[in-house]
């Protein structure tokens, strides 16, 4: 538990001092368009030891992907090849042949688990039930009872629409941190990141109270998608977003500071030394309209799975990927920043894959890699691609 007494504030830079740099590796981002973030102000417990499971983790840098063909057929995930395509990927990620061992790298028998779903753009695209319960398999292989492993998101309504608590094993508690809108009773009035970026009466984002209190391991299982204010939702927006409440504020059109909001969430104690395994779930790649569009022709059956304990050296591969598939569709970039890209009509974004509603903001990835959270240069990654 954390002592309520003792807890610490310090300010990170805004996009403009931090991030700089990374502008000029990408010729379509105009600096002059995005106003500078303003700092903001993290309020966390003062003396917490990091933990070397956290962010970024055992295994800083490497990435394991791994995708099969049979992995998604006709929109149905196969459980059975997504169980082959885990226990794989965890061998390799972790170097340890028996799949209990390698689970238990990251989870032991007194551990309360926390599984951060992603079911924002259900039922069209979200994390797979059938990834869920594998990982819940292989938690509980490692010794934790099923009652001590919450399946959990901020949304209720969203798992709701998900159906989860019908698809994840008995026992297994699915948790909803807000049963409805603005409800704030689920969060932590100690934890909170503090800006004020539109002039927004409320400036405070607080942390999930089961993430500061409840949970002492997190894994966090985000989907690969395109996202019309950060780019990207990926490992880094799955968590931070997912546990922090008021994060809408960040973003009014067309500006997005997302980052390096993202960030910075994904920085904060406890939170960052909790999330010990990322499992992103690449089984269908929304490539525009993200987080919420159902429109099929963006989604892509890839059939990929990928492991690692770096949140940013995957996100940037993923980046690569939406990147790569938006190329071949020819619209334009993620990092695009031409003003007759926008719009303000939410039905023409969703069909169009060349209008957007903000400038994106990809380069939050890169911002959470200077803040230590991982390795967001491609060359600098171990990328250990596996087929079947």
Same mark, same amino acid.
Request: with cysteine; glycine share 8%; aromatic share 8%.
């Given at each position: 538990? &954390?002592? %309520?007494?003792?807890?610490?504030?310090?300010?990170?830079? *805004?996009?403009?001092?931090?991030?700089?740099?990374?502008?000029?590796?990408?010729?379509?981002?105009?600096?002059?368009? &995005?106003?500078?973030?303003?700092?903001?102000?993290?309020?966390?417990?003062?003396?917490?030891?990091? $933990?070397?499971?956290?962010?970024?983790?055992?295994?800083?840098? %490497?990435?394991?992907?791994?995708?099969?063909?049979?992995?998604?057929?006709?929109?149905?995930? $196969?459980?059975?090849?997504?169980?082959?395509?885990?226990?794989?990927?965890?061998?390799?990620?972790?170097?340890?042949?028996?799949?209990?061992?390698?689970?238990?790298?990251?989870?032991?028998?007194?551990?309360?688990?926390?599984?951060?779903?992603? !079911? =924002?753009?259900?039922?069209?695209?979200? $994390?797979?039930?059938?990834?869920?319960?594998?990982?819940?398999? *292989?938690?509980?292989?490692?010794?934790?009872?099923?009652?001590? &492993?919450?399946?959990?998101?901020?949304?209720?309504?969203?798992?709701?629409?998900?159906?989860?608590?019908?698809? #994840?094993?008995?026992?297994?508690?699915?948790?909803?941190?807000?049963?409805?809108?603005?409800?704030?009773?689920?969060?932590?009035?100690?934890?909170?990141?503090?800006?004020?970026?539109?002039?927004?009466?409320?400036? %405070?984002?607080?942390?999930?109270?089961?993430? $500061?209190?409840?949970?002492?391991?997190?894994?966090?299982?985000?989907?690969?998608?395109?996202?019309?204010?950060?780019?990207?939702?990926?490992?880094?927006?799955?968590? *931070?977003?997912?546990?922090?409440?008021? #994060?809408?504020?960040?973003?009014? %059109?067309?500006? =997005?500071?997302?980052?390096?909001?993202?960030?910075?969430?994904? =920085?904060?104690? !406890? +939170?960052?030394?909790?999330?010990? +395994?990322?499992?992103?779930?690449?089984?269908?790649?929304?490539?525009?309209?993200?987080?919420?569009?159902?429109?099929?022709?963006?989604?892509?059956?890839?059939?990929?799975?990928?492991?690692?304990?770096?949140?940013?050296?995957?996100?940037?591969?993923? +980046?690569?990927?939406?990147?790569?598939?938006?190329?071949?569709?020819?619209?334009?970039?993620?990092?695009?920043?031409?003003?007759? =890209?926008?719009?303000?009509?939410?039905?023409?974004?969703?069909?169009?894959?060349?209008?957007?509603?903000?400038?994106?903001?990809?380069?939050?990835?890169?911002?959470?890699?200077?803040?230590?959270?991982?390795?967001?240069?491609?060359?600098?990654?171990?990328?250990?691609?596996?087929?079947?």
């Amino acid at each position: 538990m &954390i002592d %309520r007494r003792q807890f610490m504030k310090r300010t990170c830079a *805004g996009g403009l001092a931090l991030y700089l740099d990374h502008w000029a590796t990408s010729p379509a981002y105009g600096q002059d368009l &995005i106003p500078p973030a303003p700092p903001i102000n993290v309020n966390e417990p003062a003396g917490t030891q990091r $933990s070397p499971l956290g962010m970024p983790g055992l295994y800083p840098g %490497r990435v394991v992907e791994i995708t099969d063909s049979r992995a998604i057929v006709n929109n149905r995930v $196969s459980q059975p090849v997504i169980q082959k395509m885990l226990e794989r990927a965890l061998r390799e990620l972790t170097g340890v042949k028996d799949i209990r061992e390698a689970w238990s790298k990251f989870v032991e028998p007194r551990d309360i688990v926390g599984i951060k779903i992603n !079911p =924002s753009g259900a039922p069209a695209c979200c $994390s797979s039930p059938e990834i869920v319960r594998e990982i819940v398999a *292989g938690v509980n292989s490692a010794g934790v009872p099923l009652q001590n &492993i919450h399946v959990y998101d901020r949304y209720a309504y969203e798992i709701d629409v998900g159906s989860y608590q019908t698809l #994840v094993p008995l026992g297994v508690r699915v948790v909803g941190v807000e049963d409805r809108k603005l409800d704030r009773s689920g969060y932590d009035s100690n934890i909170f990141c503090e800006a004020n970026f539109f002039g927004e009466w409320e400036t %405070r984002s607080y942390m999930a109270s089961i993430v $500061s209190s409840d949970l002492t391991k997190i894994i966090n299982v985000p989907t690969m998608k395109d996202h019309s204010a950060a780019g990207v939702t990926g490992c880094l927006k799955n968590l *931070g977003y997912g546990t922090f409440n008021n #994060v809408d504020r960040s973003h009014r %059109r067309p500006f =997005s500071f997302t980052d390096p909001l993202i960030g910075v969430m994904c =920085s904060v104690e !406890p +939170l960052r030394s909790k999330a010990v +395994l990322h499992i992103m779930d690449g089984m269908r790649m929304l490539w525009h309209g993200g987080p919420l569009n159902q429109n099929p022709k963006f989604i892509f059956p890839a059939g990929i799975l990928m492991v690692g304990t770096d949140p940013v050296a995957m996100d940037t591969i993923e +980046l690569d990927k939406i990147e790569s598939k938006r190329n071949k569709e020819g619209v334009p970039s993620v990092w695009s920043r031409d003003p007759k =890209s926008l719009t303000n009509n939410g039905n023409e974004f969703y069909e169009d894959a060349t209008k957007n509603l903000f400038y994106r903001q990809p380069h939050h990835i890169a911002a959470a890699g200077k803040l230590g959270l991982g390795t967001s240069d491609l060359k600098l990654i171990d990328h250990r691609v596996l087929g079947v």
